[in-house]
């Protein structure tokens, strides 16, 4: 179960809680796993949680392959990026390799992060100079490249840096709702990239580094290619603040900041208004649920 964990510091010793509110602070999406009701003999009782972030676990529901199950589970839920609940019947018998023989509801409440989720394609200098600033902001951050040797040893705690061969493969695997920057060092490479994420239809915003000559000429080949001019529209090329010139590393990364900042801030004029009704729709489905477990109750 510990090689579950990406962390080399495996467990931890926090209660469920103490991460959550740890974890709420920060940056990442979490999972609160709790064991919404159990039946017959099971390794905890109902009312036990725990937590799983992307990297590491806290608190246990009783361990053995239910856990891990579990544990799988609420990391695929953490890759779609999406504030949302789940429940799940997990039967503690022979397909969990445990001999309980109880049963167990399992609810899982994912808490996805506020910050911003933003994809950036390009190791070059005005990376170089970007990902710092970002560091300092309410971002999370996907930093994408093939060449290995371009990345600092360390990176920001927000930052994930990502080598690979072909970076276009990245698109697929990027959340819904994600922010694009494209600062590649390969006009052809942008062009593709450029391609496969307005063919994705859900992206939060796409930013492409160039001059005017360079949109013009993408905005012909996206068109020759048979992209609509909403879809082609939908492409901020040349990246960054009209007001901010310059065309020093700095400068043009600083431009950048602020057109990122503007697109978080206008996130979270929303969000109070999403949250809301997420919460009511959770309380719909734990009244649900709870009338279902009573039903069942009064046949059993």
Known sequence: MAMLNISTQGLHAHSWLEAATELEQGTETYVIVTLLSTAGSTPR??????????HNIYATIGGGHLEFKAIKQARQLIEQGETCQQVENFQLGANLGQCCGGQVVVLFEVFASDSMQLDVYGAG??????????????????????????FPEHVPANVKKIIDEEPTDQVKSAAKN???????HNHQLDFSLTQAIIKRADSLWLGV??????????????????????????????????????????????SIAGQLVDLYQSLQVEQPKQ??????????????LSALQSKKSKVG
């Open 178 to 184: 994600t922010a694009f920057l494209i600062l590649t």
């Open 125 to 150: 200098h005005v990376a170089q100079a970007l990902i710092p600033v970002l560091a300092q902001l309410p971002i999370r951050v996907r930093w994408i490249d093939s060449r290995a040797d371009l």
């Open 45 to 54: 009782a109902s009312g036990t949680k725990m937590v799983v972030s992307e």
């Open 275 to 288: 949250k809301g009704k997420e919460w009511k729709e959770l309380q719909s489905n734990l009244v649900h």
């Open 209 to 254: 580094i160039g001059s005017d000559t360079k949109a013009k000429k993408f905005q012909y080949r996206l068109a020759q290619r048979g992209f609509t001019e909403k879809q082609v529209q939908s492409m901020t090329c040349p990246v960054g603040l009209k007001e901010v010139s310059g065309k020093l590393p700095m400068e043009v990364a600083i």
